[in-house]
């Protein structure tokens, strides 16, 4: 008796759970004329609720110490390393080959661990302390944004989608993010690899559905400090808005994912804000003190 | 206009056997209301209604007279919007606090409202009580919010609970009452009913569910079950009762399930500042960002609008 197939409903990523679209509509997409698994279609209110999540979720996210946060992008690695066999499965349904797929996974896995190091590290690289005329101590550090979203990279299912996240929330940042529309089976996969490793709820909040049908909602919110665009053209009208209520837009996109470009601390700083903070002190040097 | 004063009314039932509720089919009831979806016009309009009943809050140890000066300036300008947006109902404050506020509010149709009675446990004999009162009530305060005792009520001193706050009502003279039954600390619906009961017959011109001070303070199923006390209450005796939830209402969205509750429970008459209020400190901001979020379309965020 031939057996009927069940076919995975993908849920998305809000706030550390996995509840189903709002909206109660999914997508089918295939690949080869086989179907992918059914997809839930976003709307802008899971969005929204999604906003609310990364939102809350910042604060203490952000005040986490560095080194807390480099353990847990590294173990978000170890986790993705444990489930190899699912995530190769999957490259290969959405139409990798065996060979592909191993390298891509293994690639995602490295630069996971590439981006743990960095947690506690680019503040000494890239803070400074600032030379001023007077007798202040001034010095410029990097702080967090606060909610970014990411339009992910459609065509590199988990290396494209770790490349653009993961730089932007170790920074403190958290995030919303579009998965990829073709290839959306890894993004909430890899939803299932955060939730099980430790970093808190909401932090990370994925989303699949139509680029076309949220990117005005995703421009136009006013609780989106940051935008990350990583699909090949930026949308006119994504522009237009984000000019209108002035948030930084990004655009990060490669043509080769697994490239050493993308192994680059700068990356964390387009999500950062830099402060400066000026400390009044005693004149050291020159004259004796007047006590 | 209409006194809205209430009276005592001396002949009241035995309270040991007033009516009993029906829980499962409350919650039924209560989450029906949640699933209404209200359309562009109607929460626009239902928006602005449930900005004019807040009774903007702070009861906190550490209140200052400037933290209760800027509280009182919020409640008059809630937000510079390109549309008229209306005042909240009241400010609620402790006693010593009620002067500093009515200096503040004067002339903008802002009420300021009280907590009196050894707020918020009630732990207290009647005569600090009654002097507590009358100190608010001196201060200028316009409505008086008062706690009963939940540890008589729950002995069973059915007319004690009764007698207090008939005596409360009498020292507030010309301000309006409001009961606050503490729910959270009833235990049941059926409590809560009689409670309610209890309240209404001894003049309360609001009853309230909750301090704030504890959790659940206001829910959907506790409130209903008030509103229909008060159905009841107007039903047998032609006398209007108002109500306020207060505490845990934090989001429009609510805010509007609870207008609809009292559209359908109660009617249209109930539906002004008169006869309802919401108990809050957050909920203004909240429903300011979907005010702005209808006139603009775009979602709004707590970093531009003002904190107290």
Redesign the interface.
């Known amino acids: 008796m031939s057996r009927l197939e069940v076919l995975k409903t993908y849920k998305i990523y809000i706030g550390g759970k996995f509840p189903r679209t709002e909206s109660g509509r999914y997508y089918t997409p295939e690949q080869n004329g086989s179907k992918l698994g059914n997809i839930c279609l976003s709307s802008r209110k899971d969005f ?1 609720n999604a ?1 609310v999540a990364a939102r809350s979720a910042q604060g203490s996210w952000a005040n986490r110490s560095a080194f807390n946060k480099s353990q847990i992008i590294y173990r978000i690695a170890e986790m993705l390393e444990g489930r190899r066999a699912q995530f190769i499965e999957e490259l290969i349904k959405m139409g990798a080959s065996k060979a592909k797929a191993v390298k891509e996974l293994e690639e995602s896995i490295d630069r996971l661990v590439y981006f743990a190091g960095w947690c506690d590290k680019y503040q000494q690289v890239f803070g400074s302390v600032n030379p001023v005329a007077s007798a202040h101590f001034n010095f410029s550090m990097y702080e967090a944004q606060g909610v970014v979203s990411i339009v992910a990279p459609e065509d590199s299912a988990l290396l494209g989608l770790i490349s653009a996240v993961i730089p932007v929330i170790i920074g403190g940042n958290t995030a919303v993010i579009i998965a990829s529309e073709s290839m959306p089976l890894c993004a909430i996969s890899f939803a299932e690899v955060l939730a099980t490793s430790d970093l808190p709820g909401g932090v990370v909040n994925i989303l699949t559905g139509h680029e076309k049908e949220l990117i005005d ?1 995703i421009s ?4 989106v400090n940051g935008l990350l665009y990583c699909r090949e053209n930026v949308p006119l009208s994504f522009d237009e808005n984000c000019e209108i ?1 002035m948030k930084r837009l990004s655009h990060l996109y490669s043509t080769n994912w697994s490239s050493e470009d993308l192994e680059n601390p700068y990356l964390i700083l387009d999500h950062l804000e830099v402060k400066t903070t000026w400390h009044p002190i005693e004149q050291i040097g020159g004259s004796a003190p007047s006590y | 206009m209409k006194n809205l004063l209430n009276k005592p009314l001396k002949k009241h039932p035995d309270f040991r056997h007033t009516t009993t509720i029906d829980q499962v089919g409350v919650l039924e009831r209560t989450s029906r209301i949640t699933k209404r979806s209200i359309k562009n016009e109607a929460k626009m309009q239902g928006l602005k209604m449930a900005l004019n009943m807040i009774d903007l809050t702070t009861l906190e140890g550490a209140d200052t007279d400037q933290k209760v000066r800027q509280m009182c300036n919020k409640a008059k300008n809630l937000h510079v919007s390109s549309i008229k947006l209306p005042t909240t109902a009241a400010v609620c404050v402790y006693p010593s606090l009620v002067k500093t506020a009515k200096k503040e509010v004067e002339g903008s149709g802002v009420k300021v409202a009280a907590v009196a009675t050894a707020f918020p446990s009630g732990q207290a004999p009647l005569d600090v009580k009654l002097a507590d009162t009358k100190f608010a009530v001196s201060e200028g305060a316009d409505e008086i919010d008062m706690v009963i005792s939940r540890g008589r009520f729950h002995q069973g001193e059915y007319n004690y609970v009764y007698d207090e706050i008939c005596a409360i009502k009498e020292a507030c003279g010309k301000a309006r009452l409001k009961v606050i039954l503490e729910t959270g600390e009833l235990g049941s619906l059926d409590k809560v009913r009689k409670a309610s009961d209890i309240a209404m017959y001894a003049g309360a011109d609001f009853i309230k569910t909750s301090t704030g001070k504890i959790s659940p303070a206001a829910t959907m199923p506790v409130t209903y079950v008030m509103l229909q006390a008060i159905r009841d209450f107007y039903t047998q005796h032609n006398i209007m009762v108002g109500m306020k939830p207060a505490g845990g209402i934090s989001t429009a969205k609510v805010a509007l399930h609870y207008l609809i509750m009292v559209k359908e429970v109660l009617g249209e008459q109930w539906l002004n500042n008169n006869w309802f209020r919401f108990g809050a400190s957050r909920l203004a901001n909240d429903v300011l960002m979907q005010i702005e979020k209808q006139l603009s379309g775009a979602y709004q965020s707590a970093d531009y609008f003002s904190k107290d």
Request: cysteine-free.
């Open positions: 929204r906003v909602h136009k919110h006013m609780d209520n």
